[in-house]
């Protein structure tokens, strides 16, 4: 029984993991549980993260991530491969790539100096995205880590790192950036006349807009990186292998918090698109239910009758005990919090029926009390994810017969 | 120090700004009700790539688009789209219908678009611009108060750098020039504020500190105050201590003979057994204190007081009654930690 889909297979098999999903939803802590997870199963295994968390760091043991790897010590653990930290820096990522794409001297510092360059790879939004996908590639070249756990940067569009890649290939494949840089064939100002009309009149909108300097900078920043071009090009399809190719997994966090599933699923029709290969979803932080009786089911129980009659009892009793507490408060704080788990149960099995679909697994983590403080945290986190009869955070009775499900996702002939 | 802080509602532009899934929307929703409600005429601007107001305000929702449209009386709600703002920036610009439109349409274009870094950002905060400019036919400005719900692309702020940026690196002509138009508007204490929306948990509190230092430092964008949004309710102490005595009896009395005060269990029909509605209220009482704590932590690292939006049990769909708190968004901020802290000194 192949599932090639499955968080646990890519565990132990792929070489990395893209931890992706919508801000907020505890990306970064899940990245560092997996890769403390993979690390303790034997695999030399990296996580990269793009947020500063500084709390994740101590948790780790470590004063502050930079973009050194670091190692960390797992305590306890027997017969663990190292593990080590790191979070990403795009502006150094982009030197390295100019770098190491150019031998000459003078033609690198004229990039790295240019100031359309340090626009590009340091104040504009949009190239963290690049940035962390060249790192992913280098880290994979490497070969000093079997496992690599990719935390991605914060988008409204999810996927925007996976599209990096082919949005610069595809520029420098252009034809405005062509006609910009190789008007060789031509004479005159930006050999402008000899274009095909519409793209003439496109650089005269250009240079009308944004005058003509401007137009001037672009071309000489385009010379300049036309001879890495080449480079460029390979890079983004290689970078762009990695991340479709079958050793590499996509886990989709999301947060438990009640709200529509619209982005998560967006998302799962964006991966499709991309052919990159879904292993599971995680929903993240759900609240603790020990109820013996769904959430769902009490709040259907607690009709108006039910809660005059409930009311009238527990004033009593609060009375009796001498207390000036009052009842209908209290209720009300509990039903809320009935109401809470229930919306956020019926937004996990709408998640876990998507999953089904792609044949991955739904694994819930609880919300833990506080934020991590301890590496031990983030094991248990790890160890939730991959027990044997994955622990629901709902009562047994509940999910747990579901929870078998999502471990083992439905066995279809063909999985992909 | 609180009572020097202007209104929310005494500018003209209010850009609010925070990590993904912190609530950024539904604090511009709460707030362009609140505002809305006052009486202002007031513009929401929806700036992400899926439109989401709409659907906090109906339970069927219809596309705002570019045009936008009133969602209650004095509300008015759009979503600026880069391309429609580009291809109306160029035409203001070009002005040759037929031509120009051919030009962005091109292939050619839109590859460069599609590498081009930055003009998306620039392009919306010029329409923002345009919109703040806009007067009525007594010349009189068309919308009181603007509001935009900030992309949470990235680090929030590079959004409303991109202006500066492309300013230095353009230099001349009409894009540079209006360019500072709009950097002149993002740093005019007068008619803009920067408002930060966090969440009271670990990695929203450290992002909120950052944000708030670069846009009061290099950026130089007011901020005068954070929203922390879903602030859970504190539970009295004297509640869970009295559960843990009633819970106690019923246990004592457990399998013996009801005592002549009758303790025994509670009949209770709808609700859970005592131990369960304890161990809830536990939880919840946690909750509430270490949300507390970050409040406390988020307002002394940025050394700014805070409004709290509470956690709502059902969200902020369009059925949630969400509408009925939308004001607090408008109350009074407040240093969590008591009068001691109102020194903003005692933070730094």
């Known amino acids: ?416 | 120090m609180s009572a020097e802080l202007r209104s929310l509602l005494d500018r003209r532009l209010i850009i609010i700004s925070g990590k993904g899934g912190t609530g950024k929307t539904a604090a511009a929703c709460s707030l362009a009700v609140a505002a809305s409600q006052k009486g202002l005429r007031t513009l929401l601007v929806e700036t992400a790539p899926i439109e989401s107001v709409a659907a906090f305000f109906e339970k069927r929702p219809r596309a705002l688009g570019y045009e936008g449209r009133e969602l209650r009386p004095d509300l008015h709600a759009l979503r600026i789209d880069p391309p429609s703002a580009l291809a109306e920036y160029v035409r203001l610009q070009i002005g040759l219908g037929a031509v120009t439109d051919r030009i962005l349409e091109m292939e050619t274009f839109q590859q460069l678009l599609q590498a081009a870094p930055g003009w998306r950002e620039l392009i919306i905060l010029g329409k923002i611009w345009q919109l703040e400019q806009m007067e009525d036919k007594r010349s009189r400005p068309l919308y009181d108060l603007i509001i935009v719900d900030a992309p949470s692309t990235g680090h929030g702020l590079t959004f409303l750098d991109v202006p500066r940026v492309m300013k230095s690196a353009i230099r001349s002509g009409p894009l540079a020039r209006h360019s500072g138009w709009v950097e002149e508007l993002i740093h005019d204490p007068k008619r803009t504020l920067l408002l930060p929306v966090t969440l009271p948990e670990e990695l929203p509190t450290l992002e909120t500190q950052e944000l708030v230092s670069r846009a009061q430092g290099d950026l130089g964008i007011p901020v005068d105050r954070i929203i922390v949004n879903r602030m859970p309710q504190a539970v009295e102490p004297e509640a869970l201590e009295v559960l843990e005595a009633l819970q106690t009896a019923e246990a004592s009395s457990n399998g013996v003979e009801a005592s002549s005060h009758g303790e025994q269990k509670l009949a209770f029909t709808g609700l859970p057994p005592l131990s369960e509605m304890r161990s809830i209220l536990e939880q919840e009482s946690r909750r509430a204190k270490y949300a507390q704590d970050l409040r406390a932590e988020v307002s002394a690292r940025c050394a700014l007081p805070v409004v709290e939006m509470p956690q709502l049990a059902r969200g902020f769909d369009a059925e949630s009654g969400w509408i009925d708190s939308a004001s607090a968004i408008l109350a009074a901020p407040i240093w969590p930690d008591g009068a001691e802290s109102a020194d903003p000194d005692a933070h730094s």
């Open chain 1, 1 to 416: 029984m192949s599932q090639p889909n499955n968080l646990q297979d890519a565990m132990e098999n792929a070489r990395v993991l893209v931890c992706a999903g919508t801000g907020g939803v505890g990306k970064t802590t899940i990245a560092a549980a997996l890769a403390i997870q993979a690390a303790r199963n034997g695999r030399r295994a990296l996580v990269l993260t793009i947020d500063p968390a500084r709390r994740l760091a101590n948790a780790l043991g470590l004063e502050t991530l930079s973009e050194k790897p670091a190692p960390v010590v797992l305590p306890k653990t027997k017969g663990a491969a190292p593990l080590h930290a790191m979070m990403l820096d795009p502006k150094p990522t982009f030197d390295r790539l100019i770098t190491r794409l150019t031998d000459d001297e003078e033609a690198r510092r004229r990039i790295l100096d240019n100031s359309l360059y340090q626009h590009i790879s340091e104040a504009l939004a949009g190239s963290a995205e690049y940035a962390a996908m060249e790192q992913v590639h280098e880290l994979v070249q490497s070969n000093e880590y079997d496992l690599i756990v990719v935390d991605t940067p914060p988008a409204d569009h999810a996927l925007d790192f996976l599209r990096a890649p082919g949005r610069l290939r595809d520029f420098l494949e252009s034809r405005f950036f062509s006609a910009l840089v190789h008007p060789a064939l031509t004479a005159g100002r930006f050999g402008m006349r000899i274009f095909a009309r519409p793209l003439h009149r496109m650089f005269g909108l250009l240079e009308r807009i944004a005058g003509g300097g401007f137009l001037e900078d672009l071309r000489e920043f385009f010379t300049a990186i036309d001879g890495l071009a080449e480079g460029f090009r390979e890079r983004a399809q290689r970078v762009e292998d990695v991340l479709i190719s079958d050793a590499t997994g996509f886990v989709l966090i999301c947060g438990a918090q009640a709200g529509s599933n619209a982005s998560t699923i967006e998302f799962l029709d964006e991966l499709e698109a991309f052919r990159v290969r879904l292993v599971g979803i995680v929903v993240n932080r759900m609240r603790p239910w020990e109820g013996s009786i769904s959430p769902q089911a009490l709040l259907d129980r607690c009709d108006d009758a039910a809660l005059a009659h409930d009311r009238k009892v527990l004033n009593r009793a609060l009375v009796d005990a001498g207390s000036t507490v009052e009842a209908a408060p209290l209720i009300d704080r509990v039903l809320s919090y009935a109401q809470v788990c229930a919306a956020e149960e019926e937004k996990y099995r709408g998640l876990v029926d998507r999953a089904a679909r792609h044949r991955v697994p739904c694994l819930p983590v609880p919300e833990l009390p506080r934020d991590i403080e301890h590496i031990e945290g983030l094991f248990e986190i790890g160890e939730r994810l991959f027990s044997k009869e994955q622990l629901a955070p709902r009562s047994k009775e509940q999910l747990a017969p579901r929870s078998k499900e999502q471990l083992a996702p439905p066995d279809t002939k063909d999985s992909r």
